[in-house]
């Protein structure tokens, strides 16, 4: 038997992808995505080149654009620090928040939700306000934006319409004006200044922002007393 023999033989149909390879690649993009993320905080979006990322990550520019765009690299940014890695599994379908949507009780689907969003905005909450910041004063990064708060709604209404299920909203809302309300209430500017700024704690800011979405979401009468 030949060697290309041999190689066919163990991998019949397709291409032979080393595990060292993959791995090596798996570890460039990663320290390509935390030179971007670091930068991207630190200086602003529309400042950060990706000469200053190659630098940082201490790589070729043509390997960070081996990575993507400038905007993509903001993307993989933000969805790696939302979710804490880089599976494609959305937001509201990690175990935090199943396990907060599976509570019987509407308040205290409130309060594990919320958790998780004040986990979630401690990891990613400066990538956000960069991202914001960006879209301010660029068109497209704009538009990426606008994107992303949409997505935010929807993993918002997820909370009001799990809410809705166990019983009837606060002030005879619906569940899209509901979920209005809780969009301008949870959002990621709040949550990073809360943390940064303020220096609350991740429990402290959970605490707050379960009291409010309580208060905005369930009638007087099924509020939880003081201490539950």
């Known amino acids: 038997m030949t060697k290309s023999d041999a190689v066919e033989a163990v991998t019949p149909g397709r291409a032979y992808e080393s595990p060292l390879r993959r791995a090596r690649a798996q570890a460039t993009r990663g320290a390509v995505l935390d030179a971007a993320a670091t930068l991207f905080v630190r200086d602003g979006y529309?400042?950060?080149t990706m000469k200053?990322?190659?630098?940082?990550a201490r790589t070729s520019v043509e390997t960070v654009y081996a990575q993507g765009g400038k905007s993509a690299l903001l993307l993989a940014c933000v969805d790696r620090a939302l979710g804490g890695?880089?599976?494609d599994v959305p937001l509201t379908d990690r175990a935090d928040f199943a396990a907060a949507l599976a509570h019987p009780d509407a308040a205290d689907v409130v309060e594990g939700?919320?958790?998780a969003f004040a986990v979630v905005g401690?990891?990613?909450?400066?990538?956000?306000?960069?991202f914001e910041d960006a879209a301010a004063s660029d068109t497209a990064t704009a538009e990426l934006w606008a994107a992303a708060e949409q997505h935010r709604r929807l993993?918002?209404?997820r909370l009001v319409v799990a809410v809705a299920e166990r019983g009837p909203l606060a002030h005879g809302w619906s569940v899209e004006t509901a979920t209005d309300a809780v969009w301008l209430v949870v959002t990621?500017?709040?949550?990073?200044t809360a943390l940064t700024t303020l220096g609350w704690s991740i429990d402290l800011m959970a605490e707050a922002v379960t009291a409010q979405l309580r208060a905005l979401l369930l009638p007087r009468s099924t509020l939880?007393?003081?201490g539950t």
Do not use: F, Q
């Open 46 to 48: 529309l400042r950060t």
């Open 122 to 130: 401690a990891r990613a909450g400066g990538l956000l306000v960069a």
């Open 224 to 226: 939880p007393t003081s």
């Open 155 to 157: 993993d918002l209404r």
């Open 85 to 87: 890695d880089e599976d």
């Open 52 to 56: 200053a990322i190659a630098g940082e």
């Open 188 to 192: 990621p500017r709040a949550a990073h």
């Open 113 to 115: 939700y919320v958790r």
